[in-house]
């Protein structure tokens, strides 16, 4: 195909690559054999070699099989990034089995559909977010519960001894360091990580190949509760050895592992890459500034995936100054885009180029990503290697011409399968174009003359909150549960730092009508992840209705764009 960014595609790059017949766990099982001694893990000051590291999953590996784990099984990983979420991401694939990443801040209403829709029946959590998981399995019918659960703290990968304020944010401390008792997990066994690895139980043959599932990874939308999405390891090692090429990536690679490893983006763009070249994962559980900057330092992280407001919050910091950053050759993320002004003073600094991408958890990550020679700021970049984009019509599907927006279809080996059981949403996703099977990602988007592609507006229903993906429907079926509310719309308000937040719209029961704002809010605090709560909420006596019934959201969400 002759498509005009190929005129700015590297000389250095193929473009397109063929994909491994072997599986992302075999990529572990290389690097381990080329660079045993190597620091594969570092948390907290311990380092988890190549070595130890393989020795850890196969001996969990062996634990899972044990608890009748078999080829194609489901099992949920529900944990922040640590060492033993890596530990447990390879032996699910070890065992032959399917990963089913679960975002740590759902909430037990949230967490029983990642329980029942992939029918899993193996769980694997660590010892503070275990507690909400049992609570959502014992709250399910006995033939839908999990049947074992593995439940790790995160002091079984650091010395607890050794942490001061230098190494671990006080606020962390707690979090961390305590040790929590087990769970019980009505109609289940409940097993402890270290017992678990200590049970000597041998690793099955591994199976499984490119054609296998390997990742179920759930994406929300329009309507209705999150969808699983089928990537077969084909799709998501395209997508790791391309992203290896793109970027130069080598086992001298010291990479920051702050983004999620539960999203698309930590997952594959970094977990897996990292993985793949025998490179070094320097592990944070969750942001936190200060602590990122002097790992930078002392570490000297070459390679830091991340979303813009890690990196404004970065260099918002006092101590800033302080902080040796010269050792990264790669900032870049997606998400959200990075502020142009910030982008400039990281390269007046440091004469780093934001490298800017877009993914989405259908394409396996990357799908767009600005190439290292010919950046462009605020942009998506341009079509992957080995993947084709277009800009069409979104109802005739005609393809647009340069300049004009329109709907972003993708084809290419990372796109996914399809959605788990649900035909009828792959009926709508994909179309055949130009005599090949593409995805409507359902982002509006625009191609200048040389070939790359920006957003222009959302044709999904979506809020962006610091990168976080928000479904207003998700979210309002949550909220019906509550007994004050007789109906709810969901719709987005500006934020200054976090781009967007959430905001409801209530028409309170004519029984609750004393019911508090913030008695809203602390409700669904329990019952859904922080980041889907709503900020504020407004009552109204009706919400703007159509016709047909249907709520009128676009009306509520212009009046609020208006209002700012």
Not at 16 to 25: D, E
Not at 490 to 500: L, M, Q
Request: net charge negative.
């Amino acid at each position: 195909m002759d498509r005009p960014h190929y005129k700015f595609w590297p000389k250095r790059l193929p473009k397109s690559i063929t994909v491994p017949a072997t599986s992302v766990w075999h990529n572990l099982h290389v690097s381990a054999t080329r660079y045993p001694d190597k620091p594969a893990l570092v948390f907290f000051g311990n380092v988890i070699t190549y070595r130890s590291l393989a020795d850890q999953v196969e001996k969990l590996a062996g634990a899972l099989h044990e608890m009748g784990v078999r080829r194609g099984d489901r099992v949920v990983l529900n944990m922040q990034n640590s060492p033993q979420l890596i530990v447990a991401h390879y032996a699910i694939l070890r065992a032959n089995a399917v990963v089913v990443p679960v975002n740590p801040m759902n909430r037990a209403e949230e967490l029983k559909h990642y329980i029942t829709d992939p029918d899993a029946k193996v769980a694997i959590t660590t010892a503070d977010l275990a507690p909400e998981l049992v609570k959502a399995s014992n709250a399910l019918p006995a033939g839908q519960r999990l049947a074992h659960l593995v439940v790790t703290q995160f002091t079984d990968s650091f010395d607890a001894a050794a942490q001061d304020d230098s190494t671990m944010p006080a606020a962390w401390r707690d979090w961390l360091l305590t040790r929590h008792a087990l769970p019980e997990l009505d109609g289940g066994r409940v097993t402890a990580w270290t017992d678990a690895l200590a049970a000597g139980h041998a690793a099955p043959e591994h199976v499984v190949g490119a054609e296998d599932m390997a990742l179920l990874p759930y994406t929300s939308g329009t309507t209705g509760l999150p969808k699983g999405c089928i990537h077969k390891h084909s799709s998501i090692q395209h997508n790791v050895f391309a992203s290896q090429i793109w970027g130069l990536g080598s086992p001298e690679m010291v990479a920051l592992a702050v983004v999620p490893m539960f999203h698309i983006t930590g997952t594959v763009s970094m977990l897996h890459t990292a993985i793949s070249v025998g490179a070094s994962l320097v592990i944070m559980p969750r942001w936190d500034r200060e602590l990122a900057g002097r790992l930078i330092s002392s570490w000297k992280v070459t390679s830091w995936t991340n979303i813009p407001t890690m990196v404004i919050d970065l260099m918002g910091s006092p101590n800033f100054a302080n902080f040796d950053l010269s050792s990264l050759s790669y900032i870049g993320g997606g998400g959200a885009a990075m502020p142009q002004a910030v982008a400039q003073r990281l390269f007046d600094q440091y004469g780093l180029r934001y490298q800017e991408g877009y993914g989405l958890t259908e394409t396996a990550a990357p799908s767009h990503a600005n190439p290292f020679e010919n950046p462009k700021q605020q942009c998506l970049g341009i079509p992957f290697m080995s993947t084709d984009s277009r800009v069409v019509d979104p109802d005739t599907l005609q393809e647009m011409p340069v300049g004009e927006s329109g709907e972003i279809i993708t084809c290419g080996p990372g796109v996914f399968a399809g959605y788990w059981k649900r035909p009828d949403a792959d009926a709508s996703a994909f179309i055949e174009w130009d005599g090949r099977r593409f995805f409507r990602t359902g982002d509006m988007g625009r191609m200048d003359e040389d070939g790359y592609f920006f957003i222009t507006d959302r044709l999904k229903r979506m809020i962006n909150a610091s990168g976080f993906k928000v479904w207003p429907a998700e979210v309002e079926l949550l909220m019906f549960k509550n007994p004050a509310i007789q109906e709810a719309c969901v719709i987005a308000t500006k934020d200054a730092y976090r781009g967007e937040s959430v905001k409801a719209v209530v028409v309170l029961r004519a029984t609750h009508k004393n019911t508090t704002e913030q008695e809203i809010i602390d409700w669904c605090r329990e019952n859904m992840a922080v980041y889907k709560v709503p900020r504020t909420v407004q009552f109204v006596d009706a919400l703007p209705k159509s016709g047909s019934g249907k709520v009128m959201w676009r009306l509520l969400q212009e009046a609020e764009d208006g209002a700012k």
